[in-house]
């Protein structure tokens, strides 16, 4: 729990930037449905906004936004119970994220690692959103007050900025108005590889498709990808040490691990000293079972993108009423008229 007497609240997002995969929803989705079915208060959004910081086709957009909420909702986040929501719908976002990059000094965001990673040499021709996205991302988080943030490992270090940005605008204007939030990465797979590349994080933009379990992958698809799967010619080792230095190796028994909700170490128990020829099928069995209902459920609630666009509107009023007096509190804070 934070420093402070804050009321604990989660708060995620995920870009709708398309091609959800089996690493979101081991990452974040699942964690995000387990923390709304424990009775805290839950706040997960499509983070719209973060999404346009690289070029976005207008029509598709509309669409990955509505594919993401039917998403979120065919894992199990109940609009009754989470608020579930699309970030430019509610304008605390963008108001608190500029506010905050007044507060965010220029050599934090200059070790951002992903930042690097996205833009490699291309530096000087990626947006200024795609850099100041991470006061953006603080903001989100800091309009609700939110204590703990659900993420994958690649979102630590923004969580982390999170904190540092709280901390300085409590100190600059000498109130506690914001909460330190905590990044909550458990599990068997917060970090999910590439099927191709063990080195390389399972990604919505991998230009090969082969590299990730897509959330709209049929059966097939899905068995087959995990058939082909890189993986190295040794058995499966009987104890986790014994995955070492053998990552392709290793992301297949974590998928395993956290798809059937027991550890890497009880499920190298049950598969130690068989080869990946028997492991594969039963993996992809596993997968299937749980990833085809989800697609099927996706694809219904896609039917009707007029009741998926009502939710989002029930769910920004919601998301406003407790943003906008944070806000509110926030302008008065830094000296505006409100
Ligand atoms: P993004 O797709 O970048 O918006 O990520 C949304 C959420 O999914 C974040 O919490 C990420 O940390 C998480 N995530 C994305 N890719 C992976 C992965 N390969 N393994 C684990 N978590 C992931
Ligand atoms: N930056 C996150 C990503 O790309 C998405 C995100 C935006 C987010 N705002 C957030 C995650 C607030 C957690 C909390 O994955």
Redesign the pocket.
């Known amino acids: 729990m934070s420093e402070t007497n804050f009321k604990e609240r989660v ?5 709708p930037s398309g091609n959800l995969t089996l690493g ?1 929803y081991l990452g ?1 989705v699942k964690r995000f449905v387990e923390m709304q079915n424990s009775g805290i208060e839950t706040i997960y ?1 499509m ?1 719209d906004l ?1 999404a346009i910081t690289v070029w976005q086709d207008p029509i598709a957009l509309k669409t990955q936004t509505r594919e993401l909420a039917a998403a979120y909702i065919a894992c199990g986040l109940d609009p009754n119970k989470s608020i579930l929501f699309n ?1 430019s719908q509610v304008s605390a976002h963008a108001e608190l994220g500029w506010i905050l990059s007044c507060v965010t000094r220029l050599g934090w965001m200059n070790r951002m690692t ?1 930042f690097k990673d996205k833009a490699g040499k291309n530096a000087e021709k990626m947006s200024l959103g795609l850099y100041a ?2 006061a ?3 903001a ?2 800091l309009a609700y007050q ?1 204590t703990h ?4 490992e ?2 630590k270090q ?2 982390e900025l ?1 904190r540092d940005i709280a901390a300085k605008f409590n100190h600059d204007y000498g109130l506690e108005l914001f909460p330190l939030p905590e990044p909550i990465i458990e599990g068997a797979a917060t970090r999910v590889m590439s099927l191709r590349d063990g080195s390389k994080k399972m990604s919505k933009s991998d230009p090969s498709d082969k590299s990730r379990i897509n959330m709209t992958d049929n059966a097939d698809t899905i068995a087959s990808k995990i058939r082909k799967a890189k993986t190295d010619p040794d058995s499966l080792p009987s104890e986790p040490k014994g995955l070492e230095n053998r990552p392709e190796a290793r992301n297949l028994v974590n998928i395993y691990a956290a798809l059937s909700d027991s550890s890497v170490s009880d499920v190298l128990k049950e598969f130690g000293g068989q080869q990946f020829g028997t492991f594969k099928p039963i993996l992809a069995e596993l997968a299937v079972n749980h990833l085809a209902p989800i697609s099927s459920e996706m694809a219904r609630l896609m039917d009707d993108p007029v009741e998926i666009d009502r939710l989002l509107n029930d769910g920004a009023m919601r998301a406003d009423a407790i943003a906008a007096p944070i806000l509110k509190k926030v302008k008065n804070a830094v000296g505006m008229i409100v």
Do not use: E, R
């Open positions: 708060f995620s997002g995920i870009q979101n974040a959004c983070v973060h970030q992903q996205y991470p953006l991302m603080a989100d988080i939110a943030v659900p993420v994958g690649d979102q923004h969580v999170t």
